[in-house]
Structures are given as structure tokens and as C-alpha cells.
Nanobody
Framework: QLQASGGGLVQSGGSLRLSCVAS??????????MGWYRQAPEIERELVAA???????NYADSVKGRFTISRDNAKNTVYLQMNNLKPEDTAVYYC?????????????WGQGTQVTVSS
């Protein structure tokens, strides 16, 4: 339903851009908040950044000034531009989207994309 891509191996200080696009039965849905989470081994999944349907964004303190989240509502896609990457950013990154159908709120997760930052 949500397809994430763009992960990879990069050196410290490098950049990556993650993308997450909706497909299938939820492709035409208007999403509310969309965001990116990450999970490193033996660490709980944490919110990295989120963006509302109007474009208002918030970030984890650890990525402020380095990461930028954006979305294209026409394409039902959310992006995460990651600059000045650090080894501690290494994790599996998951996209997430909230939507409402018939007054019921739902959440959908992408499959995750690995980001590895070498020192």
C-alpha cells in the first residue's frame, strides 16, 4: 500500500532522499499526516519527521536542520531529504500515513528501507 524507496549506503556527511508512494486501494485517498519513522537494532521505533496535509512539518531534535520532509498531495507521495548524515542515523526507515474513511481513522505503514551511514 505504501512503497518506500531511496535507502542505501552512504558515507558520513553524505545525503540520501527517501520517497514513499501510495499504491493500490489507498492510492486515491487523501492522507492526513504523513511521516517517517526509523528503527535501529534493539531501539524502539521513533518518529523522525511528519508533515500535515497543509504542509506543516515537525522533526525529531536529532535531525533538525539536516532533514527535510515534504509531500506531493497530487501524487500521494512523501519525501525525506537527509543531508549531513551521521552514523547514528543508520536504521530502517518506515513511512506512515494517516487517513480517514467513513469517519474512522486508519494508519498505513510502508515496508521499510535500510539507511546505512558509514563513518
Amino acid at each position: 500500500q505504501l512503497q518506500a524507496s531511496g535507502g542505501g549506503l552512504v558515507q558520513s556527511g553524505g545525503s540520501l532522499r527517501l520517497s514513499c508512494v501510495a499504491s493500490g486501494s489507498i492510492f486515491s485517498i487523501t492522507f492526513n499526516d504523513m511521516g517517517w519513522y526509523r528503527q535501529a537494532p534493539e531501539i524502539e521505533r521513533e518518529l523522525v519527521a511528519a508533515v500535515s496535509s497543509t504542509g506543516s512539518a515537525n522533526y525529531a531534535d536529532s535531525v533538525k536542520g539536516r532533514f527535510t520532509i515534504s509531500r506531493d498531495n497530487a501524487k500521494n507521495t512523501v519525501y525525506l531529504q537527509m543531508n549531513n548524515l551521521k552514523p547514528e542515523d543508520t536504521a530502517v526507515y518506515y513511512c506512515h500515513a494517516l487517513y480517514t474513511l467513513r469517519r474512522v481513522d486508519f494508519g498505513s505503514w510502508g515496508q521499510g528501507t535500510q539507511v546505512t551511514v558509514s563513518s
